[in-house]
T-cell receptor
């Protein structure tokens, strides 16, 4: 069964801290994504990666960076956490573009609170 | 700039009746559309999709309709069940390049027993 695992379910951090959110998938998918979900704003794409060591900015990359050293792992980094980064963070993966199945597989999410 | 819009934040429907969730998009390059369902404290799960070469796709109680000229799609759930109560996200992607899926703001559906 397809699985995307996010390392933490809940996280509380202080303003200015460096925060790492980890995501692992076991489906050998090429594409991985980080979204954040906020009330009234839906899911917004932060960064995505289509291959190891490759990354592309999404719609709201400011204040974030990512790392993909291995195919199965995609990390989201908040260099200096701010209160406006309090949100639900969702990791997803998918097979490569051009396949018949373009659906994303999501993890359960990490609720991050920045105080 | 919201390229995928769900103008109804919430919807209440009686059990057994039809639920209709609507979605509008602005980017004419979108050619693949998906609906996801999300329960609280869980990640979204794929529900149904439709390619722009079709105008209808059906899967059990769920049917998605696409009107390309109006840049509008809708999800019909018939009959609605209490377990369908969730937030529904419309999403769209464009062919070519690397896959990037754009989501709408979501509609919270409540099915009343």
């Amino acid at each position: 069964d397809v699985k995307v695992t996010q390392s933490s379910r809940y996280l509380v951090k202080r303003t200015g801290e460096k925060v790492f959110l980890e995501c692992v998938q076991d489906m050998d998918h090429e594409n991985m994504f980080w979204y954040r979900q906020d009330p009234g704003l839906g899911l917004r794409l932060i960064y995505f990666s289509y291959d190891v060591k490759m990354k592309e900015k999404g719609d709201i990359p400011e204040g974030y960076s990512v790392s993909r050293e291995k195919k199965e792992r995609f990390s989201l980094i908040l260099e200096s956490a701010s209160t406006n980064q309090t949100s639900m963070y969702l990791c997803a993966s998918s097979p490569p573009s051009g396949t018949a199945n373009e659906k994303l597989f999501f993890g359960s999410g990490t609720q991050l609170s920045v105080l | 700039d919201q390229q995928v819009k769900q103008n109804s934040p919430s919807l209440s429907v009686q059990e057994g009746r039809i639920s209709i969730l609507n979605c509008d998009y602005t980017n004419s390059m979108f050619d693949y559309f998906l609906w996801y369902k999300k329960y609280p404290a869980e990640g979204p799960t794929f529900l149904i999709s439709i390619s722009s070469i079709k105008d209808k796709n059906e899967d059990g109680r769920f049917t998605v309709f696409l009107n390309k000229s109006a840049k509008h799609l809708s999800l019909h759930i018939v009959p609605s069940q209490p377990g369908d109560s969730a937030v529904y996200f419309c999403a769209a992607s464009a062919a070519g390049g690397y896959q990037k899926v754009t989501f709408g703001t979501g509609t919270k559906l409540q099915v009343i027993p």
